[in-house]
Antibody, heavy 120, light 107 residues
């Protein structure tokens, strides 16, 4: 069974750094694209970016380019989303999601979400 | 980036109703469209991809159609478990983009 398990909720202060994780199991981690989706409180889904762990090919939405870093460690089947300096506006639920599609198309599998709260 | 719009943004319906949600792309995306369902407090779930292909395990009362710029998601006979928010997403080009969502609640 394909599973994506995300790290737990985080409470941070503005200006702090953060790295959240998404561990894949039940499939070949290097064969699926892994993406990140933001959902701000009470709002819709926003596509942030995606990585192919096999070769670390990474694509970002212009809205998030330079604001976050997506990475993956295929040795431990884990993808990451990180911030170097959080803002209050980063408060949101973040989902990782997997795409079997060779073109990083749609997301077949989803993690349970990581709630990030940024508050002074 | 391709902009996705959905209509209506929300509506109320009754169990047993046939409901249709529309998604429009700001430019042609062929059939590179997916639909997701999200229930409160849960991760989204893939329903349909390639505009009309039902994801494995999704009930056949869900169907999708369209190509180019205009797409629809139809639920033929609404069940209690279908009250949720539905999102379309294009994968014709980067960045992939989602529609704003359509919330279906109980009348």
């Amino acid at each position: 069974e394909v599973q994506l398990v995300q790290s737990g909720a985080e409470v941070k202060k503005p200006g702090e750094s953060l790295k959240i994780s998404c561990k894949g199991s039940g499939y070949s981690f290097t064969s699926y694209w892994i993406g990140w989706v933001r959902q701000m409180p009470g709002k819709g889904l926003e596509w942030m970016g995606i990585i192919y762990p096999g070769d670390s090919d990474t694509r970002y939405s212009p809205s998030f380019q330079g604001q976050v870093t997506i990475s993956a460690d295929k040795s431990i089947s884990t993808a990451y989303l990180q911030w170097s300096s959080l803002k209050a506006s980063d408060t949101a639920m973040y989902y990782c999601a997997g795409s079997q599609s060779g073109i990083a198309a749609y997301f077949d599998y989803w993690g349970q979400g990581t709630l990030v709260t940024v508050s002074s | 980036a391709i902009r996705m719009t959905q209509s209506p943004s929300s509506f109320s319906a009754s169990t047993g109703d046939r409901v249709t949600i529309t998604c429009r792309a700001s430019q042609g995306i062929s059939s590179y469209l997916a639909w997701y369902q999200q229930k409160p407090g849960k991760a989204p779930k893939l329903l349909i991809y390639a505009a009309s292909t039902l994801q494995s395990g999704v009930p056949s009362r869900f169907s999708g159609s369209g190509s180019g710029t205009d797409f629809t998601l139809t639920i033929s006979c609404l069940q209690s478990e279908d009250f949720a928010t539905y999102y379309c997403q294009q994968y014709y080009s980067y960045p992939r983009t989602f529609g704003p969502g359509t919330k279906v609640d109980i009348k």
